[in-house]
């Protein structure tokens, strides 16, 4: 048991750096790709290994800690935000049969932690001791209280429908197809605010007010420098691995390749590709979603983030869910 | 100034937006006060890059005071020195040639473009999208390219001098500049499709930054931050230099009042800019490109004022003259200076992002304002 | 209104005013205590209507210091320049940026350069030298700085 434990530990925190290398990698090429430009070229065969060298750079820089800054809250905030995306790896299924923990309660585990990320940007944004750093974290926490509810509604859409929370059992409900294409329009719509609140609860472009680099400097992370800075930097790109997990799991079917209905020869010929294919590219194709909203988005105003969720998201996805229900109890879903 | 930091008895927060911050494109300090996110006060402390070039220019001559007005607005680096070159021919009473009038004007247009190419992909970068800087760079390269040729500088070029131009122009100049006119055409509808037509961006333009006409114009303000609150203010059209009231253009005005207003008139303004350009770039006369000037240029008594239009406003170059070879008091009035006093008056009450967007659409060049 | 015209009319509005010969623009000498007044009356009279101040200054004549101000007018397009003599040991004149909101700053930089001072400016500060400047006139003519100073 012990051993299994220090197993999972140590693939847990290979799959962090490995995906932390990968997704700023893929986010400079993305960025690159969509401004016209080559994007990092020089380290390694096309430029490969520039995140490696970014994580050397930043390994040896100086943590500095500002002088009126709170010490403990100051060094414990960046460890938070990883403990926090480290624990949200659990109850991800990564491919059949492949999941660290296949808890009964995966979706309400997946929005009661992601909720503790908040914590680490309060943290972070008071302890610095800096006005550009608490605005940034006032400003994310509004920010992250609000989508919640948004997400955790649009969650609660394939919820209805499959009646588990239960990953497992929510992947293995889209065997003979996705909820995206079961689940008509109402699951459609959730799926589309699902993907706006993860971008703003991951403090993603258009919605990154609380870093905001030209209103804010930096934002929360204002005085982190060195390896505590690419401890929050990790974290972030780790939690839009996570959400698009989620998100992929949720309405796209996970590990789940795609399957029609009961055309046996084709879903068939769909169950060669390796289900780890599978869950890698739709949450590949909904991180490169979320990147170019980054790169083509202009950012929000924080009364208009905010007017955005109260009173556009909110109310629509509470009458999505009364669709959501209505079509369940009638069947009316493939 | 430095003890204005910490909190004001009403409990409002005073913060440093800058001189080393993102959005003030420069060594711009801001000192505003804020509740919430709510702005209350704006109060900008000037001088990190003053370098006093009113008093250098006391010691330095007619024909050598140009090349430092390049560093002052370096992205109306023409117009700068067009403006003074005016100013000192108007003190030596000398016409000069029709060739060099025609490619001052071309020049100068083409600067304005590439200012507001450069202040398009800032703007949109000060309200969180990165993208458009580097496809505003794209033609802007395509201009620094042929300023390259013919005048040997990207940035300062100090091409204008006494009397003309300094030198003839490239014998490409004509097709590339017609080739950037066909570039230009065909990506100017990317710049609607990315920025103008986006809803947030809208959302974050429109209403922010009111600034009546009457303040337009008690405030100083010129160019387009007075145009876009509907004040004909264009040197151009108003007291025309050179060869502008021969061309056909229209005064770019909007009367929206607001950021998004003064969005679209520099917009609009390249459009008018790419109209100039096209009359006046088949039609460069023969002869010759400057006019016969003694080599140590003397200015009688007097004093001599001119006004032009550079990308941000209204440049006017005051010359006293004792009858030296120097001036004996130079005085720069700089579009950025009256403009930013402004800024105030425009940001109380609305939200610390509206700030970056108002500063974005004032199109604030730091060594302008500062001198 | 045409430059003859203005003449007329200014001498109306202040009778002690001069006016200097072979200008640019109508350039009118003004004693220091009567500025103010008639920049008022330059900006409310309707068919003077002086709504836009797009220069102001100072020239050290080393024996006294001149203030000028370009006056414009957005409705008529008529320009002025308005001149006044100031004393160089203790210089000093109304505000103007009542009448004109500009003037705040421009009067703040003249301040700076050449310690003119404004009476009834609203927040008369160093606006772009830095602290410890006060008192120093950079823009004078006597000014020496064995530091910072390039002859050139």
Same mark, same amino acid.
């Given at each position: ?8 530990g140590?693939c847990?925190?290979?799959l962090?750096?490995?995906?932390g290398?990968?997704l ?6 993305v960025?690159a790709w969509?401004q ?17 060298a970014d994580?050397v750079?930043?390994l ?18 960046p ?13 991800i ?5 492949f999941?660290l ?9 997946f929005?009661?932690?992601s909720s503790?990320m908040v ?8 302890a610095?001791n ?12 509004a ?31 889209q065997?003979?197809?996705w909820?995206i294409?079961k689940?008509h329009?109402p ?20 919605f990154?007010?609380?870093e905001?680099e030209?209103?804010?400097t930096?934002g929360?992370h204002?005085?982190y420098?060195g ?20 998100g ?8 789940m ?11 068939h ?8 294919l599978w ?14 909203f ?13 007017n ?9 996805s509470?009458?999505n869910?009364?669709l959501?229900t209505?079509?369940a ?6 | 100034m430095?003890e204005?930091?910490?909190t ?10 800058g001189p ?7 060594v ?28 250098? *220019?006391?010691s ?7 090349y430092?007005t390049s560093r ?5 680096a ?6 003074c ?9 000398i ?7 025609v490619i001052?004007?071309?020049?100068d247009?083409l600067?304005r473009i ?12 000060d309200?969180?999208a990165?993208?458009?800087f580097?496809?505003?760079f ?12 013919t *005048? ?12 003309g131009v ?7 100049f004509?097709?590339r ?5 066909t570039l230009?055409?065909?990506k ?6 990315l ?5 947030i $961006? ?6 922010v ?5 009457e303040?337009?114009i008690?405030?100083? *303000? ?8 509907g004040v004909?203010s264009?040197i151009?059209k ?11 253009f229209?005064?770019v005005l909007e009367?929206g *009042?607001?950021s ?21 770039i088949d039609n460069?006369?023969e002869?010759? $490109?400057?006019?016969?000037t ?6 009688p008594?007097?004093?001599f ?8 406003g ?7 003259s ?8 130079i ?9 930013l006093?402004?800024l105030?008056?425009?940001?109380r009450?609305?939200?610390l992002?509206d ?11 730091i060594?302008d304002?500062d001198? | 209104?045409?430059?003859?015209e203005l003449?007329?009319k200014?001498?109306e509005l ?11 623009w ?8 009567d ?7 330059l900006r409310?009279?309707?068919s003077?209507?002086?709504?836009y101040?797009?220069?102001?200054t ?6 006294h210091?001149?203030?000028v101000y370009?006056?414009?007018s ?5 320009n002025i320049?308005?001149?006044?003599k ?6 000093a ?16 930089e ?7 001072n404004f009476l ?11 602290d ?5 006139r ?11 100073m390039?002859r050139?």
């Amino acid at each position: 048991m012990v051993i299994e434990m220090v197993i999972a530990g140590v693939c847990v925190i290979g799959l962090f750096a490995a995906l932390g290398l990968v997704l700023v990698l893929m986010e400079r090429r993305v960025a690159a790709w969509i401004q016209i430009r080559l994007g990092p070229n020089r380290v390694g065969p096309k430029g490969m290994l520039q995140s490696l060298a970014d994580t050397v750079k930043l390994l040896v820089k100086e943590g500095m800690t500002p002088n009126g800054a709170d010490k403990f809250l100051f060094n414990f905030a960046p460890f938070i935000a990883m403990m926090v995306a480290m624990l949200l790896m659990a109850p991800i299924a990564f491919a059949k049969d492949f999941q660290l923990w296949d808890l009964n309660i995966g979706v309400l585990y997946f929005s009661a932690i992601s909720s503790i990320m908040v914590i680490s940007i309060l943290m972070a944004g008071w302890a610095s001791n800096n006005k550009y750093s608490l605005m940034g974290a006032m400003r994310s926490g509004a920010q992250i209280v609000s989508y919640e509810l948004s997400a955790g509604l649009s969650i609660l859409a394939v919820v209805i429908l499959t009646g588990s929370l239960n990953l497992n059992e929510i992947i293995q409900s889209q065997a003979d197809g996705w909820w995206i294409f079961k689940g008509h329009i109402p699951v459609i719509i959730a799926f589309i605010i699902f993907i706006i609140a993860v971008t703003a609860e991951t403090n993603r472009a258009p919605f990154d007010l609380a870093e905001a680099e030209s209103e804010l400097t930096a934002g929360f992370h204002t005085e982190y420098s060195g390896m505590k800075f690419a401890l929050f930097f990790l974290a972030e790109y780790i939690n839009v691995f996570i959400v698009c997990a989620i998100g992929a799991t949720l309405f796209l079917g996970g590990w789940m390749p795609f399957h029609i209905g009961h055309w046996e020869a084709f879903n068939h010929v769909m169950d060669y590709i390796p289900s780890s294919l599978w869950f890698f590219g739709k949450t590949f194709f909904l991180i490169f979603l979320i990147m170019w909203f980054r790169w083509t988005f202009p950012r929000l105003r924080i009364d208009q983030l905010l007017n955005l969720e109260w009173k556009y998201l909110l109310p629509i996805s509470m009458f999505n869910i009364l669709l959501v229900t209505l079509m369940a109890i009638l069947g009316w879903h493939f | 100034m430095v003890e204005e930091i910490g909190t004001t008895p009403e409990g409002d927060i005073i913060i440093n937006v800058g001189p080393q911050h993102p959005a003030t494109h420069g060594v711009l300090h801001l000192v505003i006060t804020i509740n919430g996110e709510t702005i209350k006060k704006v109060e900008p402390h000037l001088g990190y890059i003053h370098r006093s070039i009113e008093k250098m *220019c006391e010691s330095l001559t007619y024909r050598q005071f140009i090349y430092v007005t390049s560093r002052m607005d370096y992205l109306s680096a023409h117009i700068n020195n067009h403006a003074c070159a005016l100013c000192v021919e108007k003190g030596l009473q000398i016409e000069i040639p029709s060739r060099a009038k025609v490619i001052r004007v071309i020049m100068d247009e083409l600067t304005r473009i590439a200012s507001h190419e450069l202040w398009w992909g800032a703007m949109a970068m000060d309200l969180g999208a990165f993208t458009p800087f580097f496809h505003a760079f794209r033609e802007r390269e395509t201009i620094n390219d042929i300023m390259e040729e013919t *005048c040997g500088a990207r940035l300062t070029m100090n091409y204008m001098v006494p009397g003309g131009v300094m030198l003839d122009i490239h014998p490409n100049f004509q097709k590339r500049v017609k080739d950037f006119i066909t570039l230009y055409k065909s990506k100017i509808s990317e710049y609607d499709e990315l920025v103008t037509g986006n809803i947030i $961006f809208q959302n974050r333009m429109k209403g922010v930054g009111y600034l009546s006409p009457e303040d337009a114009i008690s405030f100083g *303000c010129t160019g387009p931050t007075a145009k876009g609150s509907g004040v004909s203010s264009d040197i151009r059209k108003l007291y025309p230099y050179e060869v502008y009231d021969q061309v056909q253009f229209d005064e770019v005005l909007e009367t929206g *009042c607001d950021s998004f207003a003064r969005y679209m008139v520099r917009i609009r303004e390249m459009n008018q800019s790419i109209r100039i350009i096209e009359q006046l770039i088949d039609n460069i006369p023969e002869g010759d $490109f400057q006019a016969k000037t003694k080599a140590v240029l003397k200015l009688p008594k007097g004093e001599f004022y001119q006004r032009v239009e550079t990308a941000r406003g209204e440049f006017g170059v005051y010359i006293v003259s004792e009858g030296g070879t120097t001036p004996y008091r130079i005085k720069f009035r700089s579009p950025g200076f009256s403009n930013l006093s402004a800024l105030d008056q425009m940001a109380r009450g609305s939200k610390l992002g509206d700030l970056v967007a108002m500063m974005g659409t004032l199109d604030l060049v730091i060594p302008d304002i500062d001198r | 209104m045409n430059n003859e015209e203005l003449k007329i009319k200014i001498s109306e509005l202040l009778p002690t005013a001069t006016f200097e010969e072979g200008t640019q623009w109508l350039t009118i000498n003004v004693a220091p205590g009567d500025l103010h007044l008639l920049a008022t009356q330059l900006r409310q009279d309707t068919s003077l209507f002086f709504d836009y101040l797009f220069c102001l200054t100072c020239i050290d004549w080393k024996t006294h210091l001149t203030m000028v101000y370009h006056l414009d007018s957005t409705k008529f397009r008529h320009n002025i320049v308005l001149k006044s003599k100031l004393d160089i040991s203790s210089p000093a004149i109304d505000t103007v940026s009542d009448i004109w909101k500009t003037a705040n700053f421009h009067e703040r930089e003249v301040y700076e350069m050449f310690g003119v001072n404004f009476l009834g400016h609203p927040d008369l500060r160093l606006l772009i030298l830095p602290d410890g400047w006060e008192g120093k006139r950079p823009m004078l003519k006597s000014f020496e700085d064995p530091i910072n100073m390039i002859r050139l």
